[in-house]
């Protein structure tokens, strides 16, 4: 009994042994390709510091500038954050004037954006990541288009939205739909790449998993591959119409009015939206109204804020990690 003990004693010994004797090893290997890397102009040469440098001077005033015109505009527009500026219509005295009409109509537009943009982008994401054959020269096309569409300006998603609303007969281009309509154009290539690239980070062996047990391709997408991608999708799609309800340019080709003095009520009424109202106080000659514009946009802002900050409570609650 005794010998036998101090066998395994010695083997433990000689496996404990092995193992240092194999970390070190790895270390002094590690700090070898470290010490060569250096002095062939590594991470410590002169052109990687002066890189690096460079990069953190631009972070750096790029940051500044931002703090900047934020302090800026909260010192400018501090004394109208007020209740009037949420419950009052617009008026030609400064003291009176609010931004509800402004407030509704951001909120009536975004949410028939995402109304019209949410399905059909996910959908046409899932559709080209799951079940398109890649190998198609048109599925291709498709591909390179919705990429390329992510990057044109607004402005241009106003003039089609101005094409396609005349060539239907409508009169009235500034309607509810008509700017849902431009916005939705304006963030559907967004939706469709984020629903792309979050379907793309669940492992391939989720899929194959679901198959084997004798799942159809509809039910591994209902049931494992969509529900694993839906942080990934709700942050992207939150992202884009932040993007969205900050945008004036395509609002403006179609006539947005600076001027409402009445609560949109449905798709076929007039509306505002807060950057239309922002610059339209912003050209006024009156020191007031530019307060009040301060003011409207520190509201911007936090709506802008806090949607994002959904999106981050999101992604940190229900992102896995493969």
Known sequence: MAGDKKNKKDKKDNKS????????????????????????????????????????????????????????TLLDGWTRLDGTLITEFPASRPERAGARPAILGSMMVIGFTALFTLP????????LEEFSDRNKWYNRIVELNVQNLAAVPSI????????????????NKNIVAGGAMALSLLILPVVIIVTREALRSVPEEIRHGSLALGATPLQTLFRSTLPSAVPGIATGSILALSRALGEAAPLLILGG???????????????????????????????????LAAA???????????????????????????
């Open 120 to 127: 059909l982008g996910i959908a046409a994401g899932v559709h």
């Open 17 to 72: 042994k092995k193992k240092k004797n194999k970390q070190k090893k790895i270390r002094t290997l590690i700090v070898t390709k470290s010490v060569r890397g250096r002095a062939q102009g590594g991470d410590n040469s002169a052109k990687s510091i002066v890189f690096l440098g460079v990069l953190w001077l631009s972070l750096f005033l790029a940051f500044a500038f931002l703090v900047t015109l934020i302090v800026t």
């Open 156 to 171: 241009v998603y106003g003039l089609l939205t101005l094409g396609a609303l005349t060539a239907m007969g409508v009169d």
């Open 296 to 322: 409207a946009s520190i509201l911007l802002l936090g709506l802008l804020l806090a949607m994002n900050a959904v999106a981050i409570v999101i992604r940190n609650r229900y992102q896995k990690r493969w």
């Open 257 to 291: 009015l600076v001027f409402v003095s009445f609560d949109p009520n449905g798709l076929l009424s007039g509306y505002t939206t807060l950057p239309i109202q922002i610059f339209n106080w912003t050209g006024r000659p009156q020191e007031e109204f530019h307060t």
